[in-house]
Nanobody
Framework: QVQLVESGGGLVQAGGSLRLSCVAS????????MAWYRQAPGKQRELVAF???????NYEDSVKGRFTISRDNAKNTMYLQMNSLKPEDTAVYYC??????????WGQGTQVTVSS
């Protein structure tokens, strides 16, 4: 099994920055890819960015150029650096890990609020 613990959310003004962290523990060697999702009130959860075990990344169009996903395997940690934040980025952000056994694990979520 895999456990995920998120941190780094908070309140920030438009144009500001936040760095989210997700620390994984348990069967770390089984993780193939990790991703950040977000869910705003009244909306479905959406994929923000993902990173594979080989380091390939992909971003949702609205965050491309502003957000950077990274992964430090030595620390079993994934990051989401968020710059130039906009009010529409306000959401609960979730960490997800996908294992080689085709199972998904989720973090508890962390609130990001961007004021105008």
């Amino acid at each position: 099994q895999v456990q995920l613990v998120e941190s780094g959310g908070g309140l920030v003004q438009a144009g500001g920055s936040l760095r989210l962290s997700c620390v994984a523990s348990g069967s770390i060697f089984r993780i193939n890819a990790m991703a950040w999702y977000r869910q705003a009130p009244g909306k479905q959860r959406e994929l923000v960015a993902f990173i594979t075990s080989g380091g390939s990344t992909n971003y949702e169009d609205s965050v491309k150029g502003r957000f950077t996903i990274s992964r430090d395997n030595a620390k079993n940690t994934m990051y989401l650096q968020m710059n130039s934040l906009k009010p529409e980025d306000t959401a609960v952000y979730y960490c997800k890990a996908h294992t080689i056994l085709q199972r998904d694990y989720w973090g508890q979520g962390t609130q990001v609020t961007v004021s105008s």
